[in-house]
């Protein structure tokens, strides 16, 4: 009888040991709720009102900057769109225009990435709203082998890197990358 006990203890420890779940930060689903943050890679349409030159779509670089006319780099990492709008208009403020009125809105996302067991791995486009089911879709779908309840992210957040397991109907972020597990049996 003690040796079943331990054995089926033995085979507890040896089952949990191999799951490697990480169950993700608190700060990985509460950033789903925060107004986003820009960040390199993405591309912001700004309009100037009333300033048909200024008004164009603007790319944000690897330094995490967009060049502006007038008033050069603007630091746009980090910043929600209502920030960067309030910076270039204070910039623009200095000795350029009276009052401007800029808006600033998201053109395109950064891309996400779907690695692991998919049919077709690599780069996509973020759609506003989209789960990790639709990135998989996107990405042509399980492969045979493919763990399909739950599924690891790596997410940055404020600078840092965070990993996390969930659901397949959890949302993503624009620059998740998206790891698909093999299943064991």
Request: hydrophobic residues 40%; charged residues 20%; contains cysteine.
């Given at each position: 009888m003690t040796l079943r006990l331990f054995v089926a203890i033995a085979m507890c420890?040896?089952?949990?040991?191999?799951s490697?779940?990480?169950?993700?930060?608190?700060?990985?689903?509460e950033m789903l709720t925060q107004p986003y943050r820009l960040d390199s890679s993405d591309t912001v349409r700004i309009i100037v009102f009333g300033q048909t030159d200024l008004s164009n779509t603007y790319a944000i670089d690897q330094a995490g900057y967009i060049s502006f006319p007038l008033i050069g780099n603007v630091a746009a990492r980090g910043r929600t769109q209502q920030e960067l709008s309030q910076e270039i208009a204070r910039k623009l403020?200095?000795?350029?225009?009276?009052?401007?009125?800029?808006?600033?809105e998201v053109a395109t996302y950064?891309?996400?990435?779907?690695?692991?067991?998919?049919?077709?791995?690599?780069?996509?486009?973020?759609?506003?709203?989209m789960t990790v089911q639709n990135a998989i879709a996107t990405a042509g779908g399980f492969s045979p082998r493919a763990q399909q309840k739950s599924v690891d992210i790596t997410r940055q957040i404020n600078g840092e890197i965070l990993n996390g397991r969930v659901p397949i109907s959890d949302p993503i972020r624009p620059g998740d990358t998206i790891y698909v597990r093999e299943r064991y049996f």
């Amino acid at each position: 009888m003690t040796l079943r006990l331990f054995v089926a203890i033995a085979m507890c420890f040896a089952v949990s040991a191999c799951s490697g779940y990480r169950r993700p930060p608190a700060a990985f689903h509460e950033m789903l709720t925060q107004p986003y943050r820009l960040d390199s890679s993405d591309t912001v349409r700004i309009i100037v009102f009333g300033q048909t030159d200024l008004s164009n779509t603007y790319a944000i670089d690897q330094a995490g900057y967009i060049s502006f006319p007038l008033i050069g780099n603007v630091a746009a990492r980090g910043r929600t769109q209502q920030e960067l709008s309030q910076e270039i208009a204070r910039k623009l403020k200095q000795g350029y225009l009276r009052d401007p009125d800029v808006s600033v809105e998201v053109a395109t996302y950064r891309p996400i990435f779907v690695m692991g067991e998919v049919q077709s791995a690599g780069q996509y486009s973020y759609v506003t709203g989209m789960t990790v089911q639709n990135a998989i879709a996107t990405a042509g779908g399980f492969s045979p082998r493919a763990q399909q309840k739950s599924v690891d992210i790596t997410r940055q957040i404020n600078g840092e890197i965070l990993n996390g397991r969930v659901p397949i109907s959890d949302p993503i972020r624009p620059g998740d990358t998206i790891y698909v597990r093999e299943r064991y049996f």
